[in-house]
C-alpha cells in the first residue's frame, strides 16, 4: 500500500470512528475504547504526513529524519502508543 493510499485509508477510519463514537455517545466504555483507536489513527496520520511531505519533495531526507525522530519522541513522552 503506498503512503497517499495508507493516508486516505487512515482518514476513512477516523471519519467512520468520529461517526461512531457519537452514534454511541452513551456506553462510556465503548466509547473510551474508541477514542483510543482514534488517538492512534491521529498519531498514524500525523507519521503519514511526514512522510508524505518527504515523498513529495516539500522536506528533504534530514528533515524528515528529525521530524520523525520529534515525533516518536513525543509520542513515547506522552505514553504512545496506548495499549488497551
Known sequence: MS?????AQVNKQIDDLLATIYLVRDNNELVERLFDQLVNDLVELTFLETHLDFEE???DLRDFQEQIATLTRQ???MGLPHQS
Open 57 to 59: 519533495g516539500v522536506i
Open 75 to 77: 509520542c513515547r513522552a
Open 3 to 7: 503512503v497517499v493510499e495508507a493516508h
